[in-house]
C-alpha cells in the first residue's frame, strides 16, 4: 500500500492521464487532453492547458494546495511538453512536485 505522499502522486497521474468523460461512473473526472492535441504552443494555449489542469486538480484532489503550474517543451523529443505541478500536502505542510509528460502528438508516444 502507497504511503500518503506516493498516494496522492498517483492520484494525481491518474488524473492527468484520465480524459474527461472517460470514466462511466465519474464522467466529470479528469480533464480535456485530447481536445488539445495537435494545438500550437502558444502563450494563449499554456493560459488554458493550466486553467484546465488547475480546475481539475482543485475539484479532484483535495489533499493539496497547488503552489504553481509550469510547462517545459522538450528539445530532444518533438512534441513533448513537460507539465511541472508543484504542490503542498496540507496534512503534512510539504512540498513536493510532480513532471507529466504531455505529448501534443500522440504519434511522438514511443
Known amino acids: ?3 500518503a505522499e506516493e498516494d496522492i502522486r498517483q492520484s494525481l497521474t491518474i488524473l492527468l492521464s484520465t480524459e474527461l468523460g472517460e470514466r462511466v461512473m465519474r464522467p466529470t473526472f479528469g480533464w480535456k487532453r485530447n ?3 495537435f ?3 502558444s ?3 499554456a493560459t ?3 486553467r484546465e489542469l488547475e480546475t481539475a486538480i482543485l475539484f ?3 489533499r493539496i494546495d497547488l503552489n504553481r503550474v509550469s510547462f517545459e517543451v522538450s528539445t530532444s523529443v518533438e512534441g513533448l511538453i513537460e507539465i511541472r505541478l508543484d504542490y503542498t500536502i496540507r496534512t503534512t505542510n510539504s512540498r513536493s512536485n510532480l513532471v507529466y ?3 501534443l502528438d500522440e504519434a511522438n508516444l514511443v
Open 1 to 3: 500500500m502507497a504511503d
Open 35 to 37: 481536445a488539445l492535441l
Open 48 to 50: 488554458y492547458l493550466k
Open 101 to 103: 509528460p504531455f505529448y
Open 60 to 62: 479532484y484532489e483535495p
Open 39 to 41: 494545438e500550437p504552443l
Open 43 to 45: 502563450t494563449t494555449f
